[in-house]
């Protein structure tokens, strides 16, 4: 059986920048233990795919270690796909997924916005391991499915060299430093200790889910700016409505190909 993929690079213009995410045009579903073998296979943080259903396509993101609820540049990438190479005609996508009903829409300047869930932190108390992992020291933590640190300064976030083996076993899927930014309205470095070997994420699309309603409030505005700053870099433009959170960004092609299972 062959199988589309499209490997892109997402919330970047350029590249070899943003965050590289597989994506794999399905027919139809197939077992979950085959999805987590393509995605183990890949080696990426993420692998998306989906199946379209009438005029909506369900989507899934795999981790090379489990699946997970929800990916931002998976997401962009796969609209991206869908956009350019199997329906050119149109301008919109509604997805369904784990995380509900999501949509893309692709913009004049060439940029693509999702509409994802806001998922607004909780303060918690810092972690104890925390101290131990950050050379930078954390002023306040906020917990949803991500672990959310605030810092002091943009310099704090571009300097950190984490211990990310002294995070693991943390019950959230990533941890995030963020700070407000020099040249935009926030920054963030997000780090995931729970791989076998563990590894910062270059750009982390649903971690803004529970970055944007945070800046959101503190900033006092609900249109954003923000950078993730990691050495590949990435860039969203960011926008909070009521329960709902839309970011935009480009995205850039590197492979396209078939697999064969």
């Given at each position: 059986?062959?199988?589309?993929?499209?490997?892109i690079?997402?919330f970047?213009?350029?590249?070899?920048?943003?965050?590289?995410a597989?994506i794999c045009?399905?027919p139809h579903?197939?077992?979950?233990?085959?999805?987590?073998n393509?995605?183990?296979e890949?080696n990426l943080?993420?692998?998306?795919y989906?199946?379209?259903?009438?005029?909506?396509?369900?989507i899934?993101w795999?981790?090379p270690y489990?699946?997970?609820?929800l990916?931002?540049?998976?997401?962009?990438?796969a609209?991206?796909v869908?956009?350019?190479y199997?329906?050119?005609s149109?301008?919109?996508i509604?997805f369904?997924?784990?995380?509900?009903?999501?949509k893309?829409?692709?913009?004049?300047?060439?940029?693509?916005t999702?509409d994802?869930?806001?998922r607004p932190?909780?303060?918690?108390?810092?972690?104890?391991?925390?101290?131990k992992?950050?050379n930078?020291?954390?002023i306040?933590?906020?917990?949803?499915?991500?672990?959310?640190?605030?810092?002091?300064?943009?310099?704090?976030?571009?300097?950190e060299e984490?211990?990310?083996?002294?995070l693991?076993?943390?019950?959230?899927?990533c941890t995030?430093?963020?700070?407000?930014?020099?040249t935009?309205d926030?920054?963030?470095?997000?780090?995931?200790?729970n791989?076998?070997?563990?590894?910062?994420?270059?750009?982390?699309g649903?971690a803004?889910s529970?970055?944007?309603?945070f800046w959101?409030?503190?900033?006092?505005?609900?249109?954003?700016h923000?950078?993730?700053?990691?050495?590949?870099?990435?860039e969203?433009?960011c926008k909070?409505?009521?329960?709902?959170?839309?970011?935009s960004?480009?995205?850039?092609?590197y492979l396209?190909?078939?697999?064969?299972?």
């Amino acid at each position: 059986m062959k199988i589309s993929i499209y490997q892109i690079d997402a919330f970047t213009q350029k590249l070899f920048g943003g965050n590289p995410a597989a994506i794999c045009h399905l027919p139809h579903w197939l077992d979950d233990e085959t999805l987590l073998n393509i995605a183990i296979e890949n080696n990426l943080a993420e692998t998306g795919y989906f199946v379209k259903k009438d005029d909506i396509y369900e989507i899934r993101w795999f981790m090379p270690y489990a699946e997970i609820d929800l990916c931002g540049h998976a997401t962009l990438a796969a609209a991206f796909v869908i956009f350019n190479y199997l329906d050119t005609s149109t301008n919109e996508i509604t997805f369904s997924s784990k995380s509900g009903i999501l949509k893309a829409k692709k913009e004049k300047n060439g940029s693509i916005t999702l509409d994802f869930p806001s998922r607004p932190p909780k303060q918690i108390d810092i972690p104890k391991e925390v101290f131990k992992a950050f050379n930078s020291t954390p002023i306040q933590a906020f917990a949803g499915r991500d672990l959310l640190l605030t810092v002091a300064s943009e310099e704090e976030i571009i300097t950190e060299e984490p211990r990310l083996e002294l995070l693991k076993g943390l019950p959230y899927l990533c941890t995030i430093i963020t700070s407000e930014g020099n040249t935009s309205d926030f920054v963030s470095r997000v780090f995931d200790a729970n791989r076998d070997i563990p590894l910062e994420d270059p750009v982390t699309g649903s971690a803004h889910s529970a970055l944007v309603p945070f800046w959101a409030e503190k900033l006092g505005k609900t249109e954003l700016h923000a950078s993730q700053l990691s050495k590949r870099g990435g860039e969203l433009f960011c926008k909070l409505e009521k329960d709902r959170v839309f970011l935009s960004g480009y995205a850039v092609p590197y492979l396209i190909g078939n697999i064969e299972i």
